[in-house]
Nanobody
Framework: QVQLVESGGGLVQPGGSLRLSCAAS????????MTWYRQVPGKERELVAG????????NYGDSVKGRFTISRDNAKKTVYLQMNSLKPEDTAVYYC?????????WGQGTQVTVSS
């Protein structure tokens, strides 16, 4: 059974930092590109950051470029999202996704709230 479990969310003040983790099990993690998405109720899911299976290439949504960094540790089957200079508009539920061929897996999400 494939599981993606996000952690690290919480309440942080504007300008602060958080590091999200997504631990995978039940799949050959090292062959999957991984992506972080976020969603606010009533809005479409937004791509935050993606990373290739080997970690050599990353891409970011325009709203987070220069502030967020995605990375992965294939030995630990974990993908990370370092979020710096957080803004209130970063408030959302953050999900990790593993997608390859027709296979598509999602975590349950972790809430990030940026507020003073």
């Amino acid at each position: 059974q494939v599981q993606l479990v996000e952690s690290g969310g919480g309440l942080v003040q504007p300008g602060g930092s958080l590091r999200l983790s997504c631990a995978a099990s039940g799949l050959t993690f090292s062959i999957y590109p991984m992506t972080w998405y976020r969603q606010v109720p009533g809005k479409e899911r937004e791509l935050v950051a993606g990373i290739t299976s080997g970690g050599g290439t990353t891409n970011y949504g325009d709203s987070v470029k220069g502030r967020f960094t995605i990375s992965r540790d294939n030995a630990k089957k974990t993908v990370y999202l370092q979020m710096n200079s957080l803004k209130p508009e970063d408030t959302a539920v953050y999900y990790c996704n593993a997608h390859k061929w027709t296979l598509d897996y999602w975590g349950q999400g972790t809430q990030v709230t940026v507020s003073s």
